[in-house]
């Protein structure tokens, strides 16, 4: 196979200012969150840009969107490229489009070519990988891994009151002639490029990491139930007031979790009282938590923490109390074999490298249930992510899609 192609870093550069046009917000950042008409409309300018370049497209039930690139032996299992197109709320312009842009870019560049490779290679846009408009997260791409699309999810509400079904129905039909596969198919190897998402290799000066594995993740969602009553009228002893409850336990689990192990992250994204009136005692409050933790015992034992401390602020408080697990990742760990066979890769191309542990969940968690898995980090300048100011340097960008080229045509070889 090919041995002296490279990528075309100007045209992933200029692509990369393409997609981040779709939903940009005034501070420079994404807005394009999950199956929105951001979302349908850069899944749709994904799609055309592939079709410009003869590669077969498809979607399945999950709106995963695939462009394949013919091999040798179309019956062999493909090598898949892959990231996501949705954002965060305020999103930055990398975050899973790198991914996306430069396993085009790769694509491409074998296209340019005309390289024959052994077998298929194809590109996916994985639905919903940050799982923040619809929880869980990786929704795509663990729908693809488990070959099922649970009824649960079809009835998950986004936060402006949206029907998931409803809105996946609409983005596959955006695209109607993009023809519908089924969910799940055989894969030889998965690899992903991906923003750091964190401070290590900028500090260190390396412009690539090679991912060993990915923390565990568990997001909750605490619900605590009291009284509503006059804030003017009622004192402490007849109040029944969720927020107290709230803030105690919050105030008590920021107290001990981060500031007991720093490998241990817990944060709350979002709190909500309602109804929210200002001189009410609410009725109810909800926040989410996010749990991160390397080790599965920690999380177990952060989980535990949460609930325990929840209780004891509920009864103290008289109210009531339902803890929801909205998301359930696992630490995993990539193969040993996809590792080295990276490191040799990048190396080869003069890309210094180390290896990584994910603090962020991507997609290759889900993929590497069905086939041997690897992701590759860029630097992202100070670690900032899930943020608008989110920037990674452009050389970074194009030594990343380089490593994710060299990688793919050394995973080829080694199939
Ligand atoms: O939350 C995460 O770890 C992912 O980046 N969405
Ligand atoms: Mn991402
Ligand atoms: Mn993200
Ligand atoms: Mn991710």
């Not at 490279?6 to 999950?34: C, E, H, K, Y």
């Not at 795509?140 to 079809?154: I, K, Q, V, Y």
């Amino acid at each position: 196979m090919a041995q002296d192609i490279s990528v075309d870093g100007g045209r992933l550069l200029s692509r990369l200012d393409r997609f981040a046009a779709i939903g940009a917000t005034p501070r420079g950042g994404v807005n394009r969150q999950a199956l929105t008409s951001g979302d349908r409309e850069a899944r749709a300018l994904l799609a055309s840009l592939g079709r410009e370049r003869g590669f077969a497209l498809r979607q399945d039930a999950a709106a995963n969107l695939f462009l394949r690139r013919e091999g040798a032996n179309a019956s062999l299992p493909p090598l898949l490229l892959g990231s996501h197109l949705d954002t965060q709320p305020t999103g930055g312009r990398f975050d899973g489009a790198l991914g996306i842009l430069a396993g085009l870019e790769v694509l491409e560049t074998l296209e340019d070519a005309g390289v024959s490779t052994p077998r298929a290679v194809e590109l996916v846009a994985w639905t919903n990988e940050e799982g923040s408009r619809f929880a869980p997260g990786a929704m795509g791409s663990r729908a693809f891994a488990d070959e099922t699309l649970p009824e649960s999810w079809l009835e998950a509400r986004a936060p402006d009151g949206a029907r998931l079904g409803d809105e996946l129905a609409q983005t596959l039909r955006a695209l109607p002639d993009v023809p519908l596969a089924p969910l799940g198919a055989r894969v030889a190897s998965y690899l992903e490029l991906h923003i750091e998402q964190g401070p290590i290799l900028e500090r260190e000066g390396l412009p690539i990491g090679v991912v060993s594995g990915i923390q565990g993740t568990r997001w909750l969602e605490v619900t605590l139930e009291g009284a509503s009553a006059h804030a003017g009228t009622t004192p402490l002893a007849f109040r029944r007031d969720p927020m107290m409850a709230a803030t105690a336990a919050l105030a008590a689990l920021q107290a001990d979790v981060m500031p007991r192990d720093s490998d241990a992250r817990l944060t709350v994204g979002r709190i909500k009282a309602e109804p929210g009136s200002i001189n009410a005692i609410p009725e109810r409050v909800r926040f989410t938590l996010d749990l991160r933790h390397p080790s599965q015992e920690r999380l177990d034992e952060m989980d535990a923490l949460v609930r325990t401390v929840c209780e004891r602020e509920a009864e103290r408080a008289r109210c009531g109390l339902h803890v929801r697990l909205l998301n359930d990742m696992a630490p995993s760990a990539f193969p040993e074999a996809m590792l080295a066979l990276a490191e040799a890769a990048c190396t080869k191309a003069g890309l210094a490298n180390r290896r990584i542990v994910s603090g962020a969940f991507h997609d290759a968690l889900f993929l590497a249930r069905k086939a041997p898995a690897l992701m590759l980090f860029t630097p992202c300048r100070d670690g900032i992510s899930h943020n608008e100011a989110e920037h990674v340097e452009p050389r970074f960008c194009v030594s990343g899609a380089t490593a994710l080229l060299e990688t793919t045509l050394a995973v080829l070889c080694s199939l």
